[in-house]
DNA sequence: CCCTGATTCGC
DNA sequence: GCGAATCAGG
């Protein structure tokens, strides 16, 4: 398989869209995870969330260049050594004590820290750049988290009356109709809400509301991944 | 072990 | 330019 303009448009909606490399490479087909990351690489997409660099520059340097240079293998891999970057300010600590039990107290009790303080009690930040709030804060008038993974897909000569992928802009509902690959896969295309990357339909499946642990609703219909939703 | 992305390097 | 092999972290 070659990369042709389709398929790199493809791998570029898919990589910024929060699509896995292997997500990507599984819809593109013919190709391995390892060809998508590599070919990301090379068209100067890189970076997002990703699991291995929470390393922060410090000085660690393991002293083993002693005798066995062997052929094909460990060559020195300094991994990328980045431009000394500023400490990055540290999460204040989370409260939540691992697996402690919730203790069977029911009148807690436990005043919430200085209502008074009008901070938004910021805890993390989280992967997508959004922000967490503490449990207790949950007064957020907007749902900023996106339900999961936005994974557009391929797109489709055959439906040039469809919204495809390589329409997709601001004033569309992204939602994917249909299932990636299939001949009549395309994306709502609704004029969009307001603010948000789906339509006011859509927007209604997107974003549940956040209910109190324990009483979560289990399987919100998700773009992707899930049983059929058309 | 599974997953993830990053990097290297022979082709 | 491509991607398997490998690394490294969750």
């Known amino acids: 398989m070659s990369w042709t303009d389709e398929r790199i448009a493809t791998l570029k909606k898919m990589w910024e869209g929060g699509a896995t490399a292997s997500q990507i490479a599984d819809e593109l087909g013919g190709v391995s995870r390892n060809a998508v990351i590599g070919k990301a690489h090379r068209l100067g997409l890189k970076s997002r969330p990703s699991p291995v ?42 409260q939540t004590g691992g697996g402690e039990r919730a203790s069977a107290a029911p009148s807690s009790s436990q005043p919430l820290p200085n209502p008074s303080s009008n901070l938004p009690k910021i805890v993390s930040v989280g992967p ?30 055959e439906i040039a009356d469809k919204t495809s992928l390589l329409d997709l802009n601001d ?14 896969f395309h994306f709502c295309g609704g004029p969009v809400n307001p603010g948000f990357p789906y339509c006011v339909e859509h927007c209604g499946r997107a974003y549940q509301a956040q209910l109190p642990r324990g009483a979560r609703r289990p399987p919100p219909p998700l773009p992707f991944g899930g049983p059929r939703v058309r």
Do not use: T, Y
């Open 53 to 94: 660099k929470a390393n922060e520059p410090k000085k660690v340097e393991k002293k083993a260049a002693a005798p066995s240079p062997a052929p094909r293998k460990p060559a020195p891999r300094p991994a990328a050594a980045k431009a000394p970057e500023p400490a990055a300010p540290p999460a204040p600590p989370r």
């Open 128 to 157: 997508g750049g959004f922000l967490r709030q503490g449990p207790g804060d949950q007064q957020a008038p907007i749902p900023p988290a996106p339900p999961r993974r936005l994974v557009p897909a391929k797109p489709s000569p």
């Open 171 to 184: 004033k569309v509902c992204r939602w994917p109709m249909g299932h990636p690959g299939e001949p009549d």
